[in-house]
């Protein structure tokens, strides 16, 4: 069975920073590629990065291009979000989730509050 | 990067069929075949109910089917369910390879 498990996330300042992580298990890790997708609080979803199975390809969302990077260990099965200079609208739950040509599987998703 | 276009809210009764609309652009519906839907109880990740357009995966039920004509694709859900009350999103593959969602549909069923 596929399981994609997110940590990372809490109350933190505008302005502050956080790690996200995602440790997949139930398939083979280092052969697909994953995104981040995030939810405002009763809002829709909004894809935010991408990374190839490599590593070597990456793309972001206009809405957080130059303030969070996504990144990846395959040895540790993990995959991370590093979230700079946090917003009040960069509040919501931040979900993993596997591709396969699709966007497959999710997390349960971690949730990221940003407020003084 | 503008979201896909989906109705707030459908509603249909029970045992009836529905069909919720998603309008993108010739930089993303129209120009590829990668179109999916996802089911979104509340607290809950979504879920995969429709892939490539028309595909469905393994488990999701054959009451829920998609199609595509032009820059809008659209889920049918026939023979509803209590259980299909949720919310929907249409997501396609964009022209700078990004993923695009639409903004979501409510389902009542009445």
């Known amino acids: 069975e596929v399981q994609l498990v997110e940590s990372g996330g809490g109350l933190v300042q505008p302005g502050g920073s956080l790690r996200l992580s995602c440790v997949g298990s139930?398939?083979?890790?280092?052969?697909?590629?994953m995104n981040w997708v995030r939810q405002a609080p009763g809002k829709g979803l909004e894809w935010i990065s991408y990374?190839?199975?490599?590593?070597?390809?990456?793309y972001y969302a206009d809405s957080v291009k130059g303030r969070f990077t996504i990144s990846r260990d395959n040895a540790k099965k993990s995959l991370f979000l590093q979230m700079d200079s946090l917003r009040v609208d960069d509040t919501a739950v931040y979900y993993c989730?596997?591709?396969?040509?699709?966007?497959?599987?999710w997390g349960q998703g971690t949730l990221v509050t940003v407020s003084s | 990067q503008s979201a896909l276009t989906q109705p707030a809210s459908v509603s249909g009764s029970f045992g009836q069929s529905i069909t919720i609309s998603c309008t993108g652009t010739?930089?993303?519906?129209?120009?590829?075949?990668?179109v999916s839907w996802y089911q979104q109880h509340p607290g809950k990740a979504p879920q995969l109910v429709i892939y490539?357009?028309?595909k469905r995966p393994s488990g999701v039920s054959d009451r829920f089917s998609g199609s595509k004509s032009g820059n809008t694709a659209s889920l049918t859900i026939s023979g509803l369910q209590a259980e299909d009350e949720a919310d929907y999103y249409c997501?396609?593959?964009?022209?700078?390879?990004?993923?695009?969602f639409g903004g979501g549909t409510k389902l009542t069923v009445l």
């Open positions: 010739s930089n993303d519906v129209g120009n590829y075949n990668l």
């Open positions: 989730a596997r591709e396969d040509s699709v966007i497959d599987h």
């Open positions: 490539e357009g028309n």
């Open positions: 997501c396609s593959f964009a022209v700078g390879s990004t993923w695009l």
């Open positions: 139930g398939f083979i890790f280092s052969t697909y590629e």
């Open positions: 990374i190839t199975s490599s590593g070597s390809g990456i």
